[in-house]
């Protein structure tokens, strides 16, 4: 594929820069951005002004669409004080303390152990931004300031971090990651049509 009309491309022609890891996090603002707005972002593949236009017009919807609050008649809500000090744990039935149980906006409570684990699975199996709460057929997504604290290990947090970020570049609609083996190259192209571009680091030809 390389050699196949090499001649007649010229890398030049086309509006593309290639990123290093620390470039694309600037690109993507992840140093800045409070967690939930990146999951906003990420849904709406970073398009700006769609998501602007989306939160003029009615921006409970927008969030709720973005899986990041919940629907607002929410019937665990209407009864998320009840009188007992403890609770049972949805997910390994064990009687917990009321300020030991943790919850997403969607009041759904677990234990902190049960959230542990669940965090510390999914990522383990490469998952991301993806993570979302343990009740049944509950799609809100946990933002990275809640599973963060729930991971036992810098390893851990490290992997989340990529997975973070590899989920928020392949979610860009300007940015791909470099297919090139284990190369960490960002491609940013100005406009979102597949074009061939050339990674300056690894010199793989691409799509
Ligand atoms: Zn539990
Ligand atoms: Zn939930
Ligand atoms: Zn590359």
Redesign the pocket.
């Known amino acids: 594929m390389e050699q196949q009309g090499a001649d007649a491309f010229d890398p030049e022609e086309y509006l593309f820069t290639c990123l290093t890891y620390r470039e694309s996090q600037r690109v993507l603002s992840e140093q800045v951005l409070p967690a939930v707005a990146k999951l906003v972002l990420v849904h709406f593949h970073w398009q700006l002004t769609d998501i602007l236009e989306r939160h003029k017009s009615n921006s409970a919807q927008l969030l709720l669409d973005a899986h990041v609050q919940p629907a607002p008649c929410n019937p665990v809500s209407a009864h998320a004080a009840p009188p007992h000090s403890s609770l049972h744990?949805g997910?390994?039935l064990?009687l917990?303390r009321k300020e030991s149980l943790l919850a997403l906006p969607c009041q759904h409570p677990?234990?902190k152990?049960?959230w542990e684990q669940h965090s510390t699975v999914l990522v383990k199996d490469g998952v991301g931004v993806g993570i979302s709460c343990m009740a049944q057929e509950c799609p809100l997504r946990m933002p990275e300031d809640f599973v963060l604290p729930l991971l036992p290990s810098e390893e851990l947090r490290e992997k989340y971090r990529r997975y973070l970020f590899r989920d928020s570049v392949e979610s860009h609609y300007q940015l791909q990651l470099c297919p090139g083996a284990d190369c960490p190259i960002v491609i940013q192209v100005q406009e979102p049509r597949a074009r061939r571009v050339q990674c300056s680091r690894c010199s793989e030809v691409f799509w």
Do not use: D, L, P, T
Request: net charge neutral.
């Open positions: 744990c997910v390994c064990q917990v677990f234990c152990s049960c």
